[in-house]
T-cell receptor
Framework: SQTIHQWPATLVQPVGSPLSLECTVE??????LYWYRQAAGRGLQLLFY??????ISSEVPQNLSASRPQDRQFILSSKKLLLSDSGFYLC??????????FGQGTRLTVV | EDQVTQSPEALRLQEGESSSLNCSYT??????LFWYRQDPGKGPEFLFT???AGEEKEKERLKATLTKKESFLHITAPKPEDSATYLC????????????FGKGTKLSVIP
């Protein structure tokens, strides 16, 4: 069966510090991979998605970036965090047009 | 623009009091409608996929239905453990790689 791992679960970072969140999927190959951010009262916002190694599509201009160095690995990064980057970050995977399966999320607080 | 709208935003029910949650969508050429359950601090958990008008899916006290313009999540005789935020989503964009989510309905079931 397929599983998705996302870490860390919680993170407190100072403004201006770098960020690296990692997500890996097991039990499937060539998944579509996604990074979402969830803010209170605003629903799930798609940040990036990837349909293959090295292929990244960005949905929202910001100081975040994503990379997919391996088929089942998706990384969310920032060189310098802003206060507005605080939120709940979710990684997900799916096959084209089908339901997505989510990781357990990372609660990021920028202080 | 593809949109998914959920109502109500919040719903309080007494244990055993049945009700329905609504998800309306304006997605051209609907290619599926997905329901999720999300507990606080956790990633969304997949519940159902519906593909065509008239389709129904059931799981324990939950039943999801789909029409040409909306979907309903019926909750029969809810229990306190059904308390959660329920999200619906639909594939959107070219290639259906993106999932457009509603903002969710927060359900509270009071013993």
């Amino acid at each position: 069966s397929q599983t998705i791992h996302q870490w860390p679960a919680t993170l407190v970072q100072p403004v201006g510090s770098p960020l690296s969140l990692e997500c890996t999927v097991e039990g499937t190959s060539n998944p579509n991979l996604y990074w979402y951010r969830q803010a209170a009262g605003r629903g799930l916002q798609l940040l990036f998605y990837s349909v293959g190694i090295g292929q990244i599509s960005s949905e929202v201009p910001q100081n975040l970036s994503a990379s997919r160095p391996q088929d089942r690995q998706f990384i969310l990064s920032s060189k310098k965090l802003l206060l507005s980057d605080s939120g709940f970050y979710l990684c997900a995977w799916n096959r084209q047009g089908t339901e997505a399966f989510f990781g357990q999320g990372t609660r990021l607080t920028v202080v | 623009e593809d949109q998914v709208t959920q109502s109500p935003e919040a719903l309080r029910l007494q244990e055993g009091e049945s009700s329905s949650l609504n998800c309306s969508y304006t997605v051209s050429g609907l290619r599926g409608l997905f329901w999720y359950r999300q507990d606080p601090g956790k990633g969304p958990e997949f519940l159902f996929t519906l593909y065509s008008a008239g389709e129904e899916k059931e799981k324990e006290r939950l039943k999801a239905t789909l029409t040409k313009k909306e979907s309903f999540l019926h909750i029969t005789a809810p229990k306190p453990e059904d308390s959660a935020t329920y999200l619906c989503a639909a594939p959107s964009g070219a290639g259906s790689y993106q999932l457009t989510f509603g903002k969710g309905t927060k359900l509270s079931v009071i013993p």
